[in-house]
C-alpha cells in the first residue's frame, strides 16, 4: 500500500543508569578529597628579580592513599612533570569537572597510582581559569605557606594538566548565579 509505514519494535534498554552508576563508582574508588584550592602569585624561580607566576595550588587529603602520600613527598617537579598523565570529566549538570590522574611509580610501570580530584566549578571557578591558562597544578598536603618575597615554602609538587578541555567546558558554562 502507498503512504503506509511499517511498524517500528523500540526496545527501551535502561543502560544509562546502570553506566553512570559505575562510572561514579570508578570515579569514587580512586577520589581524593580536595580540601582547599588556592591561586596565587607564587616566584617559582629562586633568581633575584624572577616575576611572580599565577599558580593554582590544591591542598589534597591522602592520609588513606599512603601510596600518593608518599609520592608526594618523594617527588620533585622535573619527575613529576613526566611520570603524570591527566585528563577531565566534565559534568555540566551539577557543574562538576574531575581531574584524572595516573602516575607512573616505577621504571617498568606496573605500579600505577591513580587519584581523581574533583572541583565544583561554582565554588572554584576563578582558580580553574587561572588554571586554564597556567597549565600546571600544585598538590600538597600540607597548608600553604609562602615568604614575604612570594617563594612557596610549604612542599609542593606542580603537575602537568590539559589546558584545552578545561578551557572549552568553562567557556561553555553560563556564570554560577547570584544570589
Same mark, same amino acid.
Not at 68 to 80: G, N, Q, S, T
Given at each position: 500500500m502507498v503512504g503506509r509505514t511499517t511498524p517500528k519494535v523500540r526496545i527501551r534498554r535502561k543502560a544509562a543508569p546502570l553506566a553512570q552508576r559505575e562510572l561514579a563508582a570508578e570515579i569514587d574508588a580512586h577520589a581524593v578529597a580536595v580540601r582547599r584550592l588556592w591561586s596565587r602569585g607564587i616566584v617559582r624561580d629562586s633568581e633575584q628579580g624572577a616575576p611572580a607566576d599565577s599558580a593554582v595550588i590544591a591542598r589534597v587529603e591522602v592520609e $588513606? *592513599?599512603? $601510596?600518593? !602520600?608518599? %609520592?608526594? @613527598? @618523594? !617527588? &620533585?617537579?622535573? $619527575?613529576? !612533570?613526566? &611520570?603524570? *598523565?591527566? @585528563? %577531565?570529566? /566534565? /559534568? =555540566?549538570? *551539577? =557543574?562538576?569537572a574531575i581531574l584524572i590522574g595516573v602516575i607512573d611509580g616505577s621504571a617498568d610501570g606496573a605500579e600505577l597510582i591513580r587519584f581523581n580530584l574533583r572541583f565544583a566549578v561554582d565554588r572554584y571557578r576563578r582558580q580553574l581559569e587561572r588554571l586554564a591558562r597556567s597549565g600546571r597544578l600544585g598538590l600538597t598536603t600540607l597548608p600553604l605557606q609562602i615568604s614575604e618575597e612570594g617563594q612557596l615554602e610549604s612542599r609542593c609538587v606542580f603537575i602537568p594538566i590539559q589546558v584545552e578541555p578545561l578551557r572549552a567546558f568553562l567557556h561553555e558554562l553560563p556564570p554560577a548565579p547570584v544570589v
Open positions: $588513606e *592513599r599512603r $601510596e600518593l !602520600a608518599a %609520592w608526594l @613527598d @618523594d !617527588a &620533585d617537579d622535573e $619527575e613529576a !612533570a613526566t &611520570d603524570v *598523565r591527566t @585528563d %577531565w570529566i /566534565f /559534568f =555540566p549538570s *551539577r =557543574p562538576e
